[in-house]
């Protein structure tokens, strides 16, 4: 069987095995703040945001063409197949990483930052997109930033409407309510993140010259759709503790306003073809609320170290990919 044909079926399986565990990685951003409140018990808030991320990830494909051809030329990229692979394996091996030590890291950015190290490999600076390149930092640095701001004037908003409302009663209102939010939250997230490994595959089906287009094919989207919400459905616990209460204490009001906040951002940058963390926007979110709350109460030492692995992830998952890239090609 041709070695292309082989490392393109790697990468396919590579990819899938990426949106799964981006899946379970991420599954605490759209559930946190509702399990944390008690407005869902966990099993029920896992199985909605599974079944909201499948059908998030079915509804858009321009995040994935953004992917597919905004980082890297993938029609002049050199041993791209090595590269996909490459930037897949360092993506993978970062989001377990960081899963297995609880923090709330960007899939995306271990991504972006994986494709970039390994073209950079294989081709030098040059073989980067820089224009397409500079905006998808440019969306990747800014969202979090919007989603503080936002998260803090929509929190301010319902703390004023509600201050003479009893506590107890408003508080059962926001629980509701924060079902609705939480599947907003989960239908973004699918929108958004499956739709990176569906660039991620055409960028491969190219490579191997088996399409000529940037057109995301309906398997690929069906596929990626269906690994995000399995993955989903394993969940996230790790992370779900450090989202849901290790930066703030929740109530059903902060839940609302950060989960909202958040979604509006992620549906935002979806509709303009933009990929975003959604890592970094709902623990963002969260961060604006618990500002307009309380200051004191916001934990900023857990901020600044999801900061420093924000900062950290891009570079890392650079390096990791373009020494991988090098270490595959000594056995092919």
């Known amino acids: 069987m041709d070695t292309l044909f082989i490392i393109t079926i790697l990468i396919v ?10 899946g379970f990685h991420d599954t605490a951003n759209a559930i946190a703040t509702a399990v944390s409140t008690r407005a869902l018990k966990p099993r029920h808030a896992i199985l909605i945001a599974a079944g909201m991320n499948f059908v998030g990830a079915l509804l858009f494909t321009g995040v994935a063409k953004t992917i597919t051809g905004d980082i890297v030329d993938p029609f002049a990229l050199q041993d791209g197949s090595i590269v996909i692979l490459s930037a897949l394996i360092a993506g993978i091996f970062w989001n377990l990483f960081t899963w297995y030590f609880g923090i709330p890291s960007s899939s995306s950015h271990a991504l972006i930052g994986a494709i970039a190290g390994a073209a950079i490999a294989s081709s030098g600076f040059g073989i980067l997109e820089y224009k397409g390149f500079s905006k998808i930092l440019m969306a990747l640095i800014t969202s979090p930033l919007i989603a503080f701001v936002v998260g803090f004037i929509i929190y301010t908003i319902i703390k004023t409407v509600m201050k003479d409302q009893n506590l107890a009663k408003t508080n059962q209102r926001f629980r509701f309510v924060q079902i609705i939010t939480a599947s907003l939250q989960a239908l973004s997230h699918g929108m958004n993140d499956a739709q990176k490994a569906m660039g991620v595959i055409t960028m491969a089906l190219i490579a191997a010259n088996l399409q000529t287009s940037t057109d995301i094919q309906f398997w690929v989207q069906l596929s990626c759709a269906t690994a ?4 989903t459905a394993v969940g996230g616990w790790k992370i779900i503790k450090t989202v849901g209460g290790n930066i703030m204490k929740i109530r059903p009001a902060n839940g609302v306003a950060a989960d909202l906040s958040s979604a509006l951002i992620i549906f935002g940058a979806t509709y303009i073809h933009l990929p975003v963390s959604t890592t970094h926007v709902v623990s963002s979110s969260i ?17 600044q170290r999801m900061l420093v692995t924000w900062v950290i992830t891009l570079p890392i998952s650079a390096l990791c990919a373009s020494i991988t890239y090098f270490i595959i090609n000594i056995f092919i």
């Open 13 to 22: 399986i590579a990819a899938l095995a990426f949106d799964f565990i981006n």
């Open 228 to 231: 995000m919400g399995l993955g």
């Open 287 to 303: 961060l604006g609320v618990g500002s307009s709350h309380r200051l004191k109460g916001v934990k900023w030492t857990t901020a």
